[in-house]
T-cell receptor
């Protein structure tokens, strides 16, 4: 399967713990995006990378959230000191430079107890 | 503030009828709009893209329109089938701002 993959698919954690999610984009896609989606809402943009450079970050994004894409391939999203309000589906998408369509992964569903 | 809105949270129609979903945007002018389908527990899947200088785009039973005067896009599914039941999302241009989605249910 050459689509976008995300790991893990589900994560349950206790409030205050740190969690890290991984996204493997479609190979040769330079752009990688992270979104958060809560029930009944559309995906909300968090951040995006062009290769290894983080070019944009949502102003709504707490400083507890950090993302990396060290070699311009896979990316990780870390949430520190999780709160119950962080419970959501975290989606990753990739897009080739010059392309207009994003290809989404299956998401990581996070539940913070 | 810039907004993209899908006014209908849910739409129920009978099999064989045409489903029409609405997407409105305010306070900006996206160069293009995209429509995605999302099934429960899965990521969105791209369906169609329409640019601001295109009035209509078709793909099989799907049709999208873009009216820059009304600041609106309409998404149509003709001859709807129960398998079309899903949430449909519109998203604007490069900033990929998404609407909240419309949950379509097609009843047999």
């Amino acid at each position: 399967d050459t689509g976008v993959s995300q790991d893990p698919r589900h994560k349950i954690t206790k409030r205050g713990q740190n969690v890290t999610f991984r996204c493997d984009p479609i190979s040769e896609h330079n752009r990688l995006y992270w979104y958060r989606q809560t029930l009944g809402q559309g995906p909300e943009f968090l951040t995006y990378f062009q290769n290894e450079a983080q070019l944009e970050k949502s102003r709504l994004l707490s400083d507890r959230f950090s993302a990396e894409r060290p070699k311009g391939s896979f990316s990780t999203l870390e949430i520190q000191r999780t709160e119950q309000g962080d419970s959501a589906m975290y989606l990753c998408a990739s897009r080739p430079t010059g392309g207009e369509t994003q290809y989404f992964g299956p998401g990581t569903r996070l539940l913070v107890l | 503030s810039q907004k993209i809105e899908q006014n209908s949270e849910a739409l129920n129609i009978q099999e064989g009828k045409t489903a029409t979903l609405t997407c409105n945007y305010t306070n900006y002018s996206p160069a293009y709009l995209q429509w995605y389908r999302q099934d429960p527990g899965r990521g969105p899947v791209f369906l169609l893209l329409i640019r601001e200088n295109e009035k209509e785009k078709r793909k099989e039973r799907l049709k999208v329109t873009f009216d820059t005067t009304l600041k609106q896009s309409l998404f149509h599914i003709t001859a709807s089938q129960p398998a079309d039941s899903a949430t449909y999302l519109c998203a604007s241009g490069h900033d990929m701002r998404f609407g909240a989605g419309t949950r379509l249910t097609v009843k047999p």
